[in-house]
């Protein structure tokens, strides 16, 4: 029987900004792609799933105190490790007025040392368990609809995302990488479910669609029929991807709508490769990138630096190198080990970590490093930055998703469809949590 208690979750309260992803690998304040944190992928899933639960996604520290005087049974968190200081201030909070149940969920949980804050914690995809732990059962997981934006430094809005998650998951061994020890039994969403979040952003004017699986493209014939839904839907779309995956199928998708990689070249030495697990090879996932532009797609790459054996000027010859591929927009990541992942124990044992986890955000160096101090990393950064990222860069990717369009539509039509976008993305309410009502029912908030 479905518990009557009342269950608030919550993600780390806002400090007036949103964290973004792309933006913040960009050093210019006027001309810079961004694609901020507004809404709680986790946290809609969960509203999906288990209606009778409420959420609320990065409030004020305000909005949040006025939320907890309406009176909870159970408040839950849902956080990252650099979020952990914020969420213990939280945590608090909801104690001193209190709330007696107090839960914690998404990758924050396997940080070392927060289990003591909380009454349960939910590591992985967690929608059957909370059901269950709330007196009710699930059957497969409902993808909600889930609706961002594309947009600018000035605070305009370039186009409506659709993000997908076709699959939750991964058991691949790569030493740097969390997804293993927060959900290492790799599982699809179905297809059916996925149908109907599609059917729902194209009624929204939603013409762009992201898929953010951790391993796009590992259950082959599954991807196989998302890509055709894809197809059939007329959508442009992206994915995050291995380069092995992506270069199967590269040419093949890139006809039926892709328009937009994630990928992970990580480092440009293989040795740094090898040392951390990762399964590809420098040069492979290089190639796969140098098609992949040739066909005009939009490209994502992460790349890590601070691995032991790099230095300051290794890490600025390399990344000189890495700039010749002009890519769209290079996500930065400094190598950050992360509890309960092989790069943890590794480095924790030779080198020492240190415990800030609000620096946990991949742009702070955590640990001692051999050649390289905190402060050296700092500025070693910014210099990326302005390497990899400059401003002219993103101001070409808008020209690029014009093209697509003039080459689909003409000139005119061209113009038409960016105008379109631009005006619907600066229309939708994105905080608006909407959930499908029923298996007939459209969403609705
Ligand atoms: S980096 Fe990607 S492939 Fe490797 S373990 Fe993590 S999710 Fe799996």
């Known amino acids: 029987m479905l518990s009557s208690k009342k269950v608030l979750l919550t993600t780390a309260f806002s400090k007036g900004t949103y964290y973004d ?57 849902s956080f990252y490790i650099d979020e952990v200081p914020d969420i213990l201030r939280m945590v608090n909070e909801a104690r001193k007025r209190g709330i007696s149940e107090i839960w914690g969920g998404n990758y924050g949980t396997l940080t070392y040392g927060v289990e003591s804050h909380f009454d349960k914690l939910f590591i992985g995809y967690s929608e059957g368990d909370i059901a269950r732990e709330l007196g009710t059962e699930i059957g497969g997981v409902i993808h909600p609809p889930l609706v961002t934006y594309l947009g600018n430094a000035g605070g305009l809005k370039n186009n409506m995302l659709g993000i997908i998650f076709t699959t939750r998951g991964c058991a691949g061994g790569c030493h740097f990488c969390q997804t293993p020890a927060f959900c290492n039994k790799p599982h699809k969403i179905s297809l059916e479910s996925i149908d109907r979040v599609l059917r729902y952003y194209r009624d929204v004017g939603v013409n762009d669609v992201i898929a953010l699986d951790e391993n796009f493209g590992a259950f082959r014939k599954h991807t196989d029929e998302v890509v055709d839904l894809l197809d059939e839907y007329g959508f442009q779309w992206g994915c995050m991807i291995r380069g092995d995956i992506l270069s199967r199928k590269l040419s093949e998708w890139s006809e039926r709508g892709l328009r937009r990689v994630l990928l992970g070249i990580e480092n440009l030495n293989q040795e740094n490769l090898d040392a951390v697990d990762k399964k590809e090879n420098t040069k492979d996932i290089l190639d796969t ?157």
């Open 289 to 445: 990138m140098i098609r992949a532009k040739k066909l005009g797609l939009q490209i994502i790459g992460y790349y890590m630096i601070g691995f032991e054996r790099e230095a300051v000027n290794s890490i600025k010859d390399d990344v000189a190198e890495l700039s010749k591929l002009k890519l769209d927009v290079m996500q930065l990541c400094v190598l950050t080990p992360l509890p309960r992942t092989p790069l943890w124990d590794y480095i924790d044992k030779k080198f020492g970590i240190e415990r800030d986890w609000s620096k946990f955000d991949t742009k702070h160096l955590v640990w001692k490093h051999p050649n390289i101090t905190p402060s050296d990393m700092e500025e070693l950064l910014k210099w990326c930055f302005r390497k990899l990222n400059p401003g002219r860069r993103s101001a070409r990717s808008y020209y690029r998703k014009y093209r697509h369009y003039k080459s689909d539509y003409g000139a005119l039509g061209g113009f038409i469809q960016t105008y379109r976008d631009v005006y619907l993305a600066n229309s939708f309410n994105y905080r608006d949590v909407r959930i499908f009502q029923s298996p007939e029912k459209d969403a609705s908030s």
């Open 21 to 77: 992803y792309v933006g913040s690998n960009s050093p210019s304040i006027f001309i810079r792609a961004s694609y901020p944190r507004i809404i709680s992928y986790g946290l809609r899933f969960l509203k999906q799933n288990i209606p009778s639960i409420e959420i609320l996604e990065y409030p004020t520290w305000r909005e949040y105190t006025k939320k907890l005087d309406e009176g909870w049974d159970i408040v839950g968190f």
